[in-house]
């Protein structure tokens, strides 16, 4: 298979994602011990248990913009292979927490490594690919995050808290060891007028018999075009169009509902009478995360983005629908089936489109001077909408009841439709200066 090592450094840079995974994972399946006090020597009470699991998120929102100010100084490899150290001291205070405040900034500083993560590792997966595999090697992120969340799953039914927080804790030193044998970006390379070294990066990407002289001058020519200040290439109408695209992406890949889904799974499953533990529950969906995910890749460079966004959509706004209407009338029905079938089904919906293909498109809508600040600006709005979907969520439950909020998850699926439909345009097959020539003229395909 020609161009092999390509993949090789798309699945090294995206392991930070199977960390972030992993982190994410990591609540569900300890909450039960740590919470009786069985894990530590405190048992959190419900208010700090919250701001336990929802720091991460809050840490991720942090850590973007830092991310993409240190890519553009220091370059895409250097800046990931620093997380590892505070990505492992996050980890530390974890597995040695003695009191709840410990744990709380130990899950804030993972979540900030990980949330640094989903701005450079899509970025540069979509630099060092060729055109035809872009697409794919942009879903790597995706890929790895649901692996990820699949392994903490896994391990937290199995093992006790104190040997999870230790497997999970040295993922960091993995990828550290992975990755250190991988070249850094040609694209960034060039921007420093290294084209020498730019220029051989491409030849391990590509192998050494691959003519890459024709790829290597257009990356010199983009490099010495005239350097513009971040914020004056954040400011062209072209990236703030862009911006406003990647954004909303980014709302409606946290406020269809995905975290709120996943934190209701296990209680619905048991409540149909599927006879599945809760761990059992957990896996089950981790596993339907992996395999839509894997679907999604394999068809993103064949149909598209845009048309995996309309059906991933779709999916999500009837199955947040039967939700809604489960909720509202039939609870008290013998249908335990038909929630289980629409958290499967929406699940898979989400994984197929609006869980890959946003972070794909962060990294593909925006001019080379703009990406990395641009980027970091959308990765924020992502996680400071997980943030507050993750609080909102068991607030508006309470107050409402379910159904109120399986409601509100269908109108904004429905809205993403209209969104994509109209507004998102098709990046498949095309150059990056070709998506910015699309952009300019407000046309979707």
């Not at 009478?273 to 890749?297: D, Q």
């Not at 989400?350 to 959308?378: N, T």
């Not at 507004?423 to 097959?429: I, Y």
Request: glycine share 10%; hydrophobic share 55%.
């Amino acid at each position: 298979m020609s161009g092999w090592k390509q993949y090789l450094a798309g699945v090294a840079a995206a392991f930070g994602a199977f960390c972030l995974g992993a982190s994410i994972g990591w609540s569900g399946p300890v909450e039960k011990e740590v919470r009786m006090g069985a894990a530590y020597k405190f048992a959190p009470t419900s208010l700090e248990w919250g701001w336990i699991s929802s720091l991460l998120t809050l840490g991720a929102a942090a850590s973007c913009i830092p991310a993409g100010i240190l890519i553009a100084i220091f370059g895409r490899k250097i800046t990931m292979l620093g997380l590892t150290p505070p990505f492992m001291i996050g980890w530390l205070l974890i597995i040695i927490a003695p009191k709840p405040y410990m744990l709380m900034i130990g899950r804030f500083i993972v979540g900030a490594c990980g949330g640094a993560f989903c701005i450079t590792a899509p970025m540069y997966n979509t630099e060092i690919a060729e055109l035809s595999k872009r697409g794919v090697m942009g879903c790597f992120f995706q890929l790895l995050i649901v692996h990820g969340v699949l392994y903490g799953f896994i391990v937290g039914a199995f093992a006790k808290v104190k040997l999870m927080n230790i497997l999970c804790g040295i993922l960091p030193i993995i990828f550290f060891v992975f990755f250190l044998w991988m070249p850094e970006s040609p694209v960034y390379l060039a921007q420093k007028g290294k084209n020498d070294k730019a220029e051989k990066a491409l030849k391990f990407l590509r192998g050494k018999d691959a003519d890459v002289s024709a790829e290597a001058s257009q990356m010199a020519s983009e490099g010495q075009k005239e350097k513009v200040k971040p914020m004056q290439a954040l400011c062209r109408r072209n990236t703030l169009k862009s911006l406003a695209i990647s954004m909303m992406l980014m709302v409606f890949q946290q406020v269809t509902g995905i975290n709120a889904i996943i934190f209701y799974s296990t209680g619905i499953f048991t409540a149909a009478g599927t006879g599945l533990t809760p761990s059992t529950s957990t896996i089950i969906i981790g596993l339907v995360m992996v395999i839509a995910t894997i679907i999604s890749i394999a068809l993103i460079d064949r149909v598209g983005r845009k048309i995996l966004l309309l059906i991933s959509a779709a999916l999500m706004f009837i199955t947040t629908m039967l939700m809604a209407i489960y909720f509202q009338w039939l609870t008290l029905k013998d249908v335990g089936w038909l929630p289980v079938l629409a958290i499967c089904v929406f699940i898979s919906g989400f994984s197929f489109g609006f869980g890959p293909v946003p972070w794909l498109l962060m990294a593909e809508l925006f001019a080379e001077d703009a990406k990395p600040v641009a980027g970091a600006i959308a990765g924020t709005t992502n996680w400071m909408c997980a943030f507050l979907v993750t609080l909102a969520f068991p607030l508006i439950k309470d107050e409402c009841g379910p159904a109120a909020c399986f409601w509100i998850f269908a109108a904004v699926s429905f809205a993403a439709i209209v969104f994509v439909l109209f507004l998102v345009p098709e990046t498949k097959g095309k150059t990056l200066n070709e998506i910015q020539g699309l952009i300019a003229a407000g046309k979707t395909d």
